[in-house]
């Protein structure tokens, strides 16, 4: 990894402990990031390149004054995120009314609410932890994916007397698979939002990056807050880069997977948590975590389908002037796949970024509102190339074959 990349990587774990209140370890990590940026330009002898570099510098030393300078304002800030998990009910029905509500005979469980505080274990950098806004119908498409999540959750959290009564065994575990961009963690976030529960983010990256014996505590901890908060999700994110099919000569990687499977096995699924696995690249994942009683669905997410295409582009355009007057079914026959290949979910997300950019630049022109076009978002097309490779499906077809639980 270069001093550049670096540098950005550096920032991100900066702005997470900033999230997490733990203003020390942010502002370590702004200074690292600081000195990455000074030997760039201290050896660059492009003047374009070393003024990109001088003005990201002068951005990271704006956030470092400012968090020395107002320190409350960054712990204000994690008050009040860790006040909306905190304080979101797992289900808004009133406790006087819960007695009333009967299924088949049984009362219904509503869950209880969070916690006022969250337990220490779940205050860890390595790990973050959001109820998010978005819902299943911010998400086009995806139905069969949908209803599973959605049985694996709602009916942890609603019903476990009847899942006791007909021996239902739980999901305990779900991989998501298939090309970039195809809205993996967009729809993990949804579920979560759908429900009004937490997510726990767990960031591979950052566990592998810690010192002997500390990726291990973190997978355990990660694992025990799931439990203290439950009903919950925990989402991990590239699992390929936390449980790789093979290992440098190092035997952390080892190490940890063999702590994430102990997680894996020793949790039972009537705990009132799931985990949701997602990968880009699932033939490089340790065979040990997909079995079942680890991983119990294995999905694809594929490339938008032409519904789910006219979809997003209702959603990616949604308020903007004219959009109601747009030919969605034009838009959908040009994205459909051709011999380049296929567009993503964020490939759509991104013509249509592209699209408000065209507009911007002629509102800005005109001094004049005028509504979005089709000839605006044709243009926008035209800029942004297909993500994904026929030669890529192939590769994930053939895996599926072998795995995937949906064919």
């Known amino acids: 990894m270069g001093l550049w990349e670096e540098a950005f990587r550096l920032e991100d774990l900066a702005k997470k402990y900033l999230e997490s209140g733990i203003l020390d370890k942010a502002v370590n990590y702004l200074q690292l990031a600081i000195r990455n940026v000074d030997l760039l330009i201290a050896k660059e002898i492009d003047e374009g390149k070393r003024k990109i570099y001088m003005n990201y510098k002068r951005k990271l030393l704006r956030l470092l004054e400012d ?15 860790l006040q909306r998990v905190i304080s979101a009910e797992r ?27 969250l337990p220490d274990v779940c205050k860890s950098g390595a790990f973050s932890i959001e109820i998010p806004e978005i819902t299943f119908e911010d998400v086009a498409g995806f139905e069969e994916l949908k209803r599973e999540l959605k049985e694996a959750i709602e009916w942890q959290i609603k019903y476990p007397e009847l899942i006791r009564e007909l021996k239902i065994k739980p999901l305990k575990g779900i991989l998501l698979y298939g090309p970039p961009g195809t809205g993996k963690t967009y729809i993990v976030k949804a579920a979560a939002g759908e429900f009004k529960i937490p997510v726990i983010l767990a960031d591979p990256a950052t566990i592998m990056s810690k010192y002997v014996g500390e990726s291990e505590k973190i997978v355990r901890n990660i694992f025990e807050c799931a439990r203290s908060i ?22 952390a990687p ?5 702590q994430f499977l102990i997680e894996m096995d020793g949790f039972r699924s009537e705990e009132g948590f799931i985990v949701v696995f997602a990968t880009n690249e699932p033939w490089n994942i340790s065979p040990a ?9 294995i999905i694809y997410v594929p490339p938008p389908d032409r519904k789910a295409r006219i979809e997003l582009f209702k959603i990616y355009l949604r308020g903007i002037p004219g959009s109601e007057s747009l030919d969605y079914e034009k838009l959908a026959d040009l994205t459909e796949p051709n011999d380049e290949g296929y567009y993503s979910a964020s490939g759509i997300a991104q013509i249509c970024n592209e699209a408000k950019r065209i507009l911007l630049r002629k509102w800005t022109e005109t001094r004049e509102k005028v509504p979005i076009t089709m000839e605006d978002v044709i243009k926008a097309i035209k800029k942004i190339p297909r993500s994904i490779s026929h030669k890529m499906l192939k590769e994930y077809e053939s895996w599926g074959l072998q795995f995937s639980s949906f064919r």
């Open 230 to 251: 439950a009903p919950t999700i925990v989402f991990v994110d590239e699992v390929d880069k936390l449980l790789p099919l093979q290992t440098s000569g190092s035997d």
């Open 91 to 117: 289900d808004k029905t009133a406790p006087q009314r819960i007695a009333r509500q009967k299924i088949f005979g049984r009362r219904e469980i509503i869950p209880k609410t969070i916690r006022k505080k």
């Open 254 to 258: 080892k190490r940890v997977e063999a």
């Open 289 to 297: 975590l997909i079995r079942p009683g680890r991983v119990d669905r």
């Open 67 to 81: 968090i020395k300078t107002n320190p409350e304002k960054f712990l204000a800030k994690r008050s009040e995120a």
